[in-house]
């Protein structure tokens, strides 16, 4: 069953993108209403002018922000995040969920860390911590893609983030501010597809400027970081993804009260 839920993520491309697909046929129009509103969408751009897109799923009180990448080296969750637009089209959310492609389109392409101007677009942010530099930006908020992140953050209000990484002692789940037990429902239910899913609340290092410092420290909103394995086997990643989301969103309907 789960084999035949990824490969469905994968190919029923023509169910999430179109109403006339299996899924707006069986569950009728409020479906079609939901999968157009989860086609990819441009909300800003990149340094270099690249789109930056989001899709938006489900409805109900909690309102979870979800970002599929911010490093342009840590691709590893880029296949999983197509395979969750499809899970979240085919099983809409009793949530509000608003997920973005990618975050540093530029860095993706050139397989760099930070942005086009060489900043790491997760030291840009105006946490109490943050320090000036030229890998962290002149300024906090410095960088067009992390003003196009703050402006969806201040306009959606979420009450949940959940941010994609991968790292080389991955896979885990870290968080910040008020975020330890959806960080051990993600755990948990990831590890059903791989047993090595597991909670680290440090990284083990200071992160000076981090959206993590400053939504979930100094704003007190819950942040997972989710890291993936660096170079791992795409399948059980995506299958991760979606059973770790699916388990944050049912404990987040809490947050919204």
Request: charged share 20%.
């Amino acid at each position: 069953m789960r084999a035949l839920l990824i490969l469905m993520c994968l190919v029923l491309g023509a169910c999430s993108s179109s109403p006339t697909g299996r899924a707006g046929r069986e569950v009728g129009v409020g479906a079609q209403v939901a999968v157009a509103r989860s086609d990819w969408r441009t909300i800003g751009t990149s340094v270099l002018g690249a789109p930056i897109e989001a899709a938006e799923f489900g409805s109900g009180p909690p309102r979870v922000l979800i970002v599929g990448g911010i490093h342009g080296d840590e691709r590893e969750a880029a296949p999983a995040v197509e395979a969750l637009r499809r899970h979240l089209v085919i099983f809409p959310p009793r949530a509000r969920v608003v997920l973005i492609r990618d975050l540093n389109p530029d860095g993706t392409k050139a397989g760099t860390r930070g942005n086009a101007h060489g900043v790491d677009l997760n030291r840009n942010w105006p946490a109490r911590s943050f320090q000036a530099s030229l890998a962290h930006g002149s300024a906090a908020l410095s960088e067009p893609e992390a003003r196009v992140l703050h402006e969806q953050i201040e306009a959606f209000d979420p009450h949940l983030m959940i941010v994609l990484h991968s790292a080389r002692g991955g896979p885990f789940v870290n968080f910040d501010g008020p975020a330890m037990e959806l960080a051990h429902r993600f755990a948990a239910a990831a590890r059903v597809s791989d047993h090595r899913w597991h909670v680290r609340p440090e990284m083990g290092y200071a992160t000076p400027g981090s959206l993590g410092s400053y939504i979930g420290v100094d704003r007190g909103i819950p942040v997972l970081t989710i890291e993936f394995a660096r170079g791992h086997e795409a399948g059980p990643a995506m299958l991760a993804l979606m059973d770790g989301v699916t388990a944050t969103l049912e404990g987040a309907a809490g947050l919204a009260k």
